[in-house]
């Protein structure tokens, strides 16, 4: 397992965008890295993924065009870009990794389960 620590969470109005940070002690380069959110009595869910090499993302239908998911290895760090924020996106973000998602396929973030997870940070989008 890497710690995870996520920073960038705040209260923003509709429309505006928010950049969420996690960072690591260790090296990230053997991990897939994902964002899930959960919103209030619903269950957590993937948003964006990211494969090892950066080759591959993932983006939830909602957050298509919207967000953007990113890595620099040099800093063992993965970001969210999340721009025109809805109020449905209000929820706690937690970020995730994995080692074994393909690099090819993204997408498959959590299908073997996530091997380290991060506490969490809360966004708030009013209007």
């Known amino acids: 397992q890497v710690p995870l620590v996520e920073s960038g969470g705040g209260m923003v109005r509709t429309g505006g965008s928010l950049r969420l940070s996690c960072v690591s002690t260790?090296?990230?380069?053997?991990?897939?890295m994902g964002w899930y959110r959960q919103a209030a009595g619903k269950e957590r869910d993937l948003v964006a993924a990211i494969s090892r090499s950066g080759g591959s993302t993932y983006y939830q239908d909602s957050v298509k065009g919207r967000f953007t998911i990113s890595r620099d290895d040099e800093l063992n760090t993965v970001y969210l870009q999340m721009n025109m924020l809805k109020s449905e996106d209000t929820a706690d973000y937690y970020c995730a990794a994995d080692p074994r998602v393909p690099d090819t396929d993204a997408s498959r973030m959590g299908y073997y389960g996530v091997d380290s997870w991060g506490k969490g940070t809360r966004v708030t989008v009013s209007s």
């Open positions: 260790r090296y990230l380069n053997s991990y897939a």
